[in-house]
């Protein structure tokens, strides 16, 4: 049986939280991305946002607020945020989506509500399902079928929440923009510069570096199409 929670201590180390406040934290519950990526609604609304200073106060803005994610109320307090969800408050009008920054520890940013219904989802596999069409599968857990097959693992797609739609598509390439979820430079955004099988080069503004290909997470060509 899982438990609800875990000790600080040993919380991973993308977890932006004091260690030492007390013994306890959150268990997020079981979502599409690991537990290094993600983290509860709990953790993130009293350690981030401190928008509460208990679970309880967390659970009557549950109860009494829509509080969104990825455009679905939540009511659970562990229900798990994870990379690139965004968590939307349609009463104050505030949007924030999780990412992780150059420290490699995950935050909340807060988005433009024209931004909030978008959300790159980085395609980790495919495959042939009935009738000829294609199965993609995200970073997040996620299955999208598609009728065409013009998608290659390690492109992103960018997934309108609202309408339930892709609506462009990101090519891992040469010149493709990056922002990396893991290694020495997680959290950089950098532009391809090469690529291999399992790694990749990066150029940043002062240098050019290698790292696996599996930490790109393309995010546009010329700028970023989301706020990073």
Do not use: C
Not at 25 to 32: A, T
Not at 146 to 152: R, W
Not at 177 to 192: D, E, S
């Amino acid at each position: 049986m899982v438990k609800n929670h875990l000790k600080r201590i040993s919380t991973p180390k993308t977890w932006k939280i004091g260690r030492k406040a007390e013994t306890f934290i959150s268990r997020p519950s079981p979502g599409g991305q690991p537990l290094l990526h993600s983290i509860s609604i709990n953790t993130l609304f009293k350690e981030e946002l401190k928008f509460a200073k208990t679970t309880k106060e967390v659970k009557n803005i549950l109860n009494k607020s829509e509080i969104l994610v990825d455009g679905k109320q939540v009511k659970n307090y562990r229900y798990s945020i994870g990379l690139m969800d965004v968590v939307s408050i349609p009463k104050t009008k505030e949007n924030y989506r999780l990412l992780l920054n150059k420290n490699g520890q995950l935050f909340a940013k807060s988005v433009k509500a024209a931004e909030s219904n978008l959300k790159p989802k980085r395609i980790t596999g495919k495959g042939k399902i009935a009738k000829g069409a294609t199965q993609l599968q995200f970073f997040d857990g996620h299955n999208l079928k598609v009728d065409k097959d013009e998608y290659k693992v390690g492109d992103t797609v960018m997934y309108d929440i609202k309408d339930k739609k892709i609506t462009s598509a990101l090519k891992l390439e040469k010149g493709a923009l990056v922002y990396l979820t893991g290694g020495a430079h997680i959290g950089f955004v950098g532009t391809v510069e090469d690529l291999g099988t399992k790694k990749i080069h990066i150029k940043t503004e002062d240098k050019i570096f290698e790292t696996a290909r599996r930490y790109a997470f393309v995010v546009g060509k010329d700028k970023p199409l989301i706020e990073i």
